[in-house]
C-alpha cells in the first residue's frame, strides 16, 4: 500500500501568509494527487486535482504542484475562512490513501 | 447540481452488522465510481473502499477487507457498503464520495454530508 506523510500537522500562520503544506508518497504515484478542506463537522471540499490543476470555483490563491512522489499546497496569502485542515490523498491506485492532515491554525 | 445523500448509520454492538446506502441525484449515477471513506470522532480521513461505473474494478482498504463489501445498484443511483463483524474501531462518520470519472483513478469531486455509525455494548 502507498503511504502518503503529509506535513506540518499543525502549522501557525497570520491573515496574508503564504503557506505550504508538503506531501510525500511512498511510491511513485505520477500526478494521482488531490488536495482537499475540511471544516468542522462538514465534508471535505476539493481544492486540488491531478497535483496541480484547480477544482472550479476554488480561489487562486490555491496552488499545487508536483509529481512523482513529493507534492505540495500553497495558499498564496491567507484568508480568515483558510484556517481548518487540509488532505492529500493519492488515487494512483486501489488502495487510496490520505495524508494524516495539516491543521492550519491563527498564530 | 450533484448531491449525495448517506443513511442507515447508528448504534451497533461488537460484532454486529449494519448496511449504509447512499443516494446520488443530479447526475447520470453510471458514469461515475463511487467510494466510502470515514473519518473517526477528531481523527483525519480514511478510506474504505470503492467500486467503478460497472462494479468490475472494486477495492478496499486492509483495516476492512473480508468484513465489508460494496455494491451499486445503477437503476437506483445507488450505493451500498454492507458492514459485518463491526468493531469499535469502526465508529466513525462514513460519507460517499463521487469520483470524477468512471475509473480507478478519478478524485472525488463531490461528498455527502456523512452518517455515523457508532459501534458499542
Known amino acids: 500500500d502507498i503511504q502518503m506523510t503529509q506535513s506540518p500537522s499543525t502549522l501557525s500562520a497570520s491573515v496574508g501568509d503564504r503557506v505550504t503544506i508538503t506531501c510525500r508518497a511512498s511510491?511513485?504515484?505520477?500526478?494521482?494527487l488531490a488536495w482537499y478542506q475540511q471544516k468542522p463537522g462538514k465534508a471535505p471540499k476539493l481544492l486540488i486535482y491531478?497535483?496541480?490543476t484547480l477544482e472550479s470555483g476554488v480561489p487562486s490563491r490555491f496552488s499545487g504542484s508536483g509529481s512523482g512522489s513529493e507534492f505540495t499546497l500553497t495558499i498564496s496569502s491567507l484568508q480568515p475562512d483558510d484556517f481548518t485542515t487540509y488532505y492529500c490523498?493519492?488515487?494512483?491506485?486501489?488502495?487510496?490513501?490520505f495524508g494524516q492532515g495539516t491543521k492550519l491554525e491563527i498564530k | 447540481e450533484v448531491q449525495l445523500a448517506e443513511s442507515g448509520g447508528g448504534v451497533v454492538q461488537p460484532g454486529g452488522s449494519l448496511r449504509l446506502s447512499c443516494i446520488v441525484s443530479?447526475?447520470?449515477?453510471?458514469?461515475?465510481?463511487v467510494h466510502w471513506v470515514r473519518q473517526a470522532p477528531g481523527k483525519g480521513l480514511e478510506w474504505v473502499s470503492g467500486?467503478?461505473?460497472?462494479?468490475?474494478?472494486?477495492g478496499y482498504a486492509d483495516s476492512v477487507k473480508g468484513r465489508f463489501t460494496i455494491s451499486r445498484d445503477n437503476a437506483k443511483n445507488s450505493l451500498f457498503l454492507q458492514m459485518n463483524s463491526l468493531r469499535p474501531d469502526d465508529t466513525a462518520f462514513y460519507f460517499c464520495?463521487?469520483?470524477?470519472?468512471?475509473?480507478?483513478?478519478?478524485?472525488?469531486?463531490?461528498w455527502g454530508q456523512g452518517t455515523l455509525v457508532t459501534v458499542s455494548s
Open positions: 443530479g447526475v447520470t449515477f453510471d458514469d461515475y465510481a
Open positions: 467500486i467503478t461505473w460497472n462494479s468490475r474494478g472494486i
Open positions: 491531478k497535483a496541480s
Open positions: 511510491h511513485y504515484i505520477s500526478t494521482w
Open positions: 464520495a463521487k469520483g470524477h470519472d468512471s475509473t480507478v483513478t478519478a478524485h472525488f469531486d463531490a
Open positions: 490523498q493519492q488515487y494512483n491506485d486501489y488502495p487510496y490513501t
